[in-house]
């Protein structure tokens, strides 16, 4: 019988005394993603298995929740040394002729006859028999033909890399800003990967921003959806509020305010809702908003932790997980957002936080940020 081995980083499997907490959210994780499918879910010590008719399609979803590390299509068999060899052959078989390989064998259960090494011994010299034109290479082997022993036999016919990382809603939740970019969705995949609950905010400046530049945004919600199975993106009304910094506070001023508002307002959200933090996907000295100075006078602004996990990489590293994850091409789309649309041409790089926080006071700061959340929409991907 063929089925879905599905193994779980070793950080949940190290846990402890909470290891059953990290486990339970991961099977709901999964039970979660395969709502639509129909299938079976069973152990065989301390190994997760799943059967099913569509195992491509649930492979394909599985390999996407967070905390899993590989899942292996593998086939059930007796415990029997001669059905485990013709399975192992067939495992071979499907490497073409010349590959070299090593039988690795896990005896879970050791009520077996025989131990691993001597499983692996016998396996290898039916491959060689049997398979000719295939050699053994036990230090850098080009396939590993896996065995497992335990309430049943198991033969692997292949792998699949899972993206790893903790179950996603184990660690908390943030706010992050979500914008049109590169960077943010891939920060927002990076605090999902640690088990951090993602809820999106997007500013939207209409009408000197789109709709097409919120629907940029509500794709790439959508994208990183596909990952965590849902996700809340925040719309809030901004025009307001950088009008009244255009018109009021010095030009060169003008970004670090607006990330001084943007700031309260995502914690605004995150006091709504009951979120633990605020998240960007800023990098140190990428733009004038982003020096050190920059950053420590937009947390000022913050009443929570503010996570940047973007903080210490390069553009290019950024740009490399963009498109692994498939938010790249989105991201790129010729669509503005307020960010972009609204820079001073002479932006200061290192403010000093009395003087911004003097000029930001001549706004009615309290009643721009309580107008702008209460005008939020609200859209779940």
Known sequence: MELLLIKYAS????????????????????????????????????????????????????????????????????????????????????????????????????????DSMEVSRQVGAYLLKNAPGYSVEIKSPQAFIDVEIREHAYVYMARVKGIGGMPYGINGS????????????????????????????????????????????????AILAGYTGKFHLHVVPFTEIQMAIMDQCPENELTIIMRRFMMMC????????????????ESVGQVASQTMEALVVSDEAS??????????????????????IGTYETSILPYEDCCTIFVPKHPVTKPKLEYIKKHEAVLPVEELVEKAIAGEEVFVL
């Not at 959210?25 to 979660?32: A, D, H, R, S, V």
């Not at 500013?203 to 940029?216: G, I």
Request: glycine letters at 6%; hydrophobic letters at 40%.
């Open 174 to 221: 943030t706010m992050l800003m979500l914008s049109g970019g590169i960077d943010s969705p891939v920060a927002g995949f990076l605090l999902a990967k640690r088990g951090i609950e993602v809820h999106g905010v997007y500013y939207h400046s209409h009408p000197y921003t789109s709709e097409r530049a919120k629907d940029k945004v509500k794709e790439l919600a």
């Open 11 to 114: 950080e949940i499997f190290l846990k402890g005394l909470n290891r059953g907490r990290f486990e339970k959210k991961l099977k709901e994780n999964m039970k979660n993603v395969l709502k639509d499918e129909e299938y079976r879910f069973y152990e065989d010590q301390n190994r997760w298995f799943i059967a099913g008719e569509n195992l491509e399609t649930i492979r394909e979803k599985i390999r996407k929740v967070f905390g899993v590390i590989e899942v292996c299509t593998v086939v059930q068999t007796e415990r029997n040394l001669e059905k485990i060899q013709e399975l192992a052959l067939s495992a071979l078989q499907a490497y073409p002729a010349g590959t070299t390989f090593k039988v690795v064998t896990k005896r879970a259960d050791k009520n077996f006859p025989m």
């Open 266 to 281: 995502a914690c605004a959200l995150a006091k709504k809702y009951n979120i633990h933090s605020v998240s960007t996907g």
């Open 303 to 324: 009443d929570r932790p503010v996570f940047r996990p973007l903080v210490a990489m390069d553009k290019v590293d950024i740009m490399e997980i963009s498109q692994n």
